[in-house]
C-alpha cells in the first residue's frame, strides 16, 4: 500500500509564498504504478479538486485557478512531489492534498486511487 504525506502549509498573507512536499512510500510496485501524481485541494464547502499535476517523465498541466502561480515539481530519487505557490490569494485557503493522476494523452485529470493522506493546511489570509 501507498502512504502520502504532505507537508509545508501554514497561515500567509495575500501574495505569499509557500512550498508544499509530498513524500509518499511503498512498495516498489505500488510507487512505480503511482505515475503520474497531482496536487489536490479541498476548501470548505467545496469539491476536492485537482489544481496541479505531473508525469514521472516531468510533463505538467495546471487548473486555470492556479497558472502561472504554482509550479509543481517531482523527485523520483526522493520519492517526493512538491509545488511551490507564490502570489497566493485569499482563495487558495484549503487543505491540500497529493495523490495520484492520470495522463490520458492530452492532459493530467484527477484519478486519486490511494488513501487520503491528512493533507496540510494552506490559509491565505491578512
Known amino acids: 500500500q501507498v502512504q502520502l504525506v504532505e507537508s509545508g502549509g501554514g497561515l500567509v498573507r495575500p501574495g505569499g509564498s509557500l512550498r508544499l512536499s509530498c513524500t509518499f512510500s511503498?512498495?516498489?510496485?505500488?510507487?512505480?504504478?503511482?505515475?503520474?501524481m497531482g496536487w489536490f485541494r479541498q476548501a470548505p464547502g467545496k469539491q476536492r479538486e485537482l489544481v496541479a499535476g505531473?508525469?514521472?517523465?516531468?510533463?505538467?498541466n495546471y487548473a486555470d485557478a492556479v497558472k502561472g502561480r504554482f509550479t509543481i515539481s517531482r523527485d523520483n530519487a526522493k520519492k517526493t512531489m512538491y509545488v511551490q505557490m507564490n502570489s497566493l490569494k485569499p482563495e487558495d485557503t484549503a487543505v491540500y492534498y497529493c495523490?495520484?493522476?492520470?495522463?490520458?494523452?492530452?492532459?493530467?485529470?484527477?484519478?486519486?486511487?490511494?488513501?487520503w493522506g491528512q493533507g496540510t493546511q494552506v490559509t491565505v489570509s491578512s
Open positions: 495523490n495520484s493522476a492520470y495522463w490520458d494523452g492530452r492532459t493530467i485529470i484527477a484519478q486519486p486511487q490511494f488513501s
Open positions: 511503498g512498495s516498489i510496485f505500488s510507487i512505480y504504478t503511482m505515475d503520474t
Open positions: 505531473i508525469t514521472t517523465g516531468g510533463l505538467t
